[in-house]
T-cell receptor, first 115, second 115 residues
Framework: AQTVTQSQPEMSVQEAETVTLSCTYD???????LFWYKQPPSRQMILVIR??????QNATENRFSVNFQKAAKSFSLKISDSQLGDTAMYFC????????????FGKGITLSVRP | GAVVSQHPSRVICKSGTSVKIECRSL??????MFWYRQFPKKSLMLMAT?????????EQGVEKDKFLINHASLTLSTLTVTSAHPEDSSFYIC???????????FGQGTRLTVV
């Protein structure tokens, strides 16, 4: 079984600054994906970034980037130039490769961006 | 990304009645649909996994006779909360997964209030 751990329940960051959200996971699988999802007050789940385990290069999407350390089973999300619209809950998630695979979510972290 | 349309977004029903929530995959075939329940400020809790044309697989502790899931086609899955009670009040989210892609796409969620 897989587990995903997000140990920080909440964080706060000043607008325009950088913040890092931590996530660790445990699995015996070799082929898997890792995701960060954002859930704003609307509660729509939005995919922020995705990382294939077989890729050594860290994924980036504009202001969002990850630090993927496969050996350490760590997958942190860095948000640069934080914006007020980044205020949301963020969930780290794991899924093994293949169809019919269910996501394992962390507990989530509430991020507040201060003006 | 692909779109999953979930309706209704909000519903209020009386105790003892049943309510149906629909999820439609608009631009892909969702061979697997996942149904989640989410409490405020908490993570998503998987209730069941359904594959088109077969019976849903329920997670431990989820009453299959209370939460009826139907996945009759590759583009439509429904969750029916039967004989609803106030403790069933919650936020319910579906996500669809295609056959060739591990990524799951989320509906907008349904806020159910049982009075």
């Amino acid at each position: 079984a897989q587990t995903v751990t997000q140990s920080q329940p909440e964080m706060s960051v000043q607008e325009a600054e950088t913040v890092t959200l931590s996530c660790t996971y445990d699995t015996s699988e070799n082929n898997y994906y890792l995701f960060w999802y954002k859930q704003p007050p609307s509660r729509q789940m939005i995919l922020v970034i995705r990382q294939e385990a077989y890729k050594q290069q860290n994924a980036t999407e504009n202001r969002f980037s990850v630090n993927f350390q496969k050996a350490a089973k760590s997958f942190s999300l860095k948000i640069s130039d934080s914006q007020l619209g980044d205020t949301a809950m963020y969930f780290c998630a794991f899924v093994r490769t293949g169809a019919n695979s269910k996501l394992t979510f962390g507990k989530g972290i509430t991020l507040s961006v201060r003006p | 990304g692909a779109v999953v349309s979930q309706h209704p977004s909000r519903v209020i029903c009386k105790s003892g009645t049943s309510v149906k929530i629909e999820c439609r995959s608009l631009d892909f075939q969702a061979t697997t649909m996942f149904w989640y329940r989410q409490f405020p400020k908490k993570s998503l809790m998987l209730m069941a996994t359904s594959n088109e044309g077969s019976k849903a697989t329920y997670e431990q502790g989820v009453e299959k006779d209370k939460f009826l899931i139907n996945h009759a086609s590759l583009t439509l899955s429904t969750l029916t909360v039967t004989s609803a009670h106030p403790e069933d009040s919650s936020f319910y989210i579906c996500s669809g997964q295609g056959e060739v892609n591990t990524e799951a796409f989320f509906g907008q969620g349904t806020r159910l209030t049982v009075v």
